[in-house]
Structure formats: structure tokens, C-alpha cells
T-cell receptor, first 111, second 114 residues
Framework: DGGITQSPKYLFRKEGQNVTLSCEQN?????MYWYRQDPGQGLRLIYY???????QKGDIAEGYSVSREKKESFPLTVTSAQKNPTAFYLC??????????FGPGTRLTVL | AQKVTQAQTEISVVEKEDVTLDCVYE???????LFWYKQPPSGELVFLIR??????QNEISGRYSWNFQKSTSSFNFTITASQVVDSAVYFC???????????FGRGTSLIVHP
């Protein structure tokens, strides 16, 4: 089946820890995106990548980092510099003039 | 800069009522693309429709219909005879032809009561 997988579904982080969220796609799409969703805030763009080995900051990149070593994979690291990381994180592919395809999301909670 | 406004934060209706979700956008580009997505309680966004700026035709798909009006920069979404399964958060999004990076509205939470 073609699609996007995100893992884990739920993630708990202690103060000061870095955590990495996984996003994998087999849709053969060049572009991949990470969004953060908070209640009442809609989707805010963290990072995006339009091609392997290249990525750009979105609107709220501070405290996050990404890599794009393979077309299929676009992991997001939430660093200790992100002061309020509790949120729902969504990975997507596609975009541009076409619709995006979204993964099931990862819910991150800081303990 | 592009912007999408969904002024309705939450709408509550009783099953079988018709409901319209508003979307107003701002862009300086003449080429752009508009989208609606549905986010059910499970969390994964599902694509509903795409419109480009050169196609102002309204669209109907079953109980769903979309009204695109460039004169008012609006792309509204109507659900006819709503059902409980329509309960979800609905997002409107805009992608400009120059940047291709989507901007989302804050979403409208639709609650359909039996």
C-alpha cells in the first residue's frame, strides 16, 4: 500500500531531552513537510524539503532540526531548545499545485 | 504574503441540517490553488477538493459542494443533510503559484448531533 507512516503514535519526553519523530513515505514524492498542530492554531509549518539533501525552515523552525538523506525519509528532531514541544505533529508529502498526503501523526507530550 | 481565514472556530448542528464552512483567502499571485481537508478524530488529514485560480466552477460531490468566488476571495464548503460522520475539523488551505508552500487556516470544528 502506498502511503505515509509516522512513528511513534505517542511519545513522551522529559525536560531537556531530544526526541526524534519518524516519517517515511513510499509515494515517490519529492517534497515532504512537517507541521505542528496546537488546539485552535491550525497547522503551522516547521520544515520542508523539496529534494533530497535539501530542506528549508518554515514558520516555526526554532528548536527543531531535520535531515533528508533519502527520498523516503524525513525525520524531525525536537531538541531541548524547543520550550513548548507538547503538540500533535503531522508529516506530509505532495503539495505545490497538488494536494498533500498526510501521515497519521505523532502526539508528543512533555512530562 | 498568503493568508487563509476561517472565521468560524466551531459549528454545532443537528443531523440533517445543511451547514456552510467559510474560507476567505489573501494572495497577490494570479495563479494559486485552494484546498479543503477533513481531519476526523483519528487525526489524519484527508484531502477533499482542489481548485486552481483559473477555474471558478462550483463543484458538487454527493452531499458536499464548494463555492469558489474570486470577487470575494472566498472558497466556501457546504454539507447538505449533515450526518454524524461529518463531525471533524475542516481546514482550508492556499498554495501560491510562486512558492508552492501551503498555508492553512485555523480550521473549523464541525459537530453534528444525532
Amino acid at each position: 500500500d502506498g502511503g505515509i507512516t509516522q512513528s511513534p503514535k505517542y511519545l513522551f519526553r522529559k525536560e531537556g531531552q531530544n526526541v526524534t519523530l519518524s516519517c517515511e513515505q513510499n509515494l515517490n514524492h519529492d517534497a515532504m513537510y512537517w507541521y505542528r498542530q496546537d488546539p485552535g492554531q491550525g497547522l503551522r509549518l516547521i520544515y520542508y524539503s523539496q529534494i533530497v539533501n535539501d530542506f528549508q525552515k518554515g514558520d516555526i523552525a526554532e528548536g527543531y532540526s531535520v535531515s533528508r538523506e533519502k527520498k523516503e525519509s524525513f525525520p524531525l528532531t525536537v531538541t531541548s531548545a524547543q520550550k513548548n514541544p507538547t503538540a500533535f505533529y503531522l508529516c506530509a508529502t505532495g503539495g505545490g499545485p497538488n494536494e498533500q498526503f498526510f501521515g497519521p501523526g505523532t502526539r508528543l507530550t512533555v512530562l | 504574503a498568503q493568508k487563509v481565514t476561517q472565521a468560524q472556530t466551531e459549528i454545532s448542528v443537528v443531523e440533517k441540517e445543511d451547514v456552510t464552512l467559510d474560507c476567505v483567502y489573501e494572495t497577490r499571485d494570479t495563479t494559486y490553488y485552494l484546498f479543503w481537508y477533513k481531519q476526523p478524530p483519528s487525526g489524519e488529514l484527508v484531502f477533499l477538493i482542489r481548485r486552481n485560480s483559473f477555474d471558478e466552477q462550483n463543484e458538487i460531490s454527493g452531499r458536499y459542494s464548494w463555492n469558489f468566488q474570486k470577487s470575494t476571495s472566498s472558497f466556501n464548503f457546504t454539507i447538505t443533510a449533515s450526518q454524524v460522520v461529518d463531525s471533524a475539523v475542516y481546514f482550508c488551505a492556499l498554495s501560491e503559484g510562486t512558492s508552492y508552500i501551503p498555508t492553512f487556516g485555523r480550521g473549523t470544528s464541525l459537530i453534528v448531533h444525532p
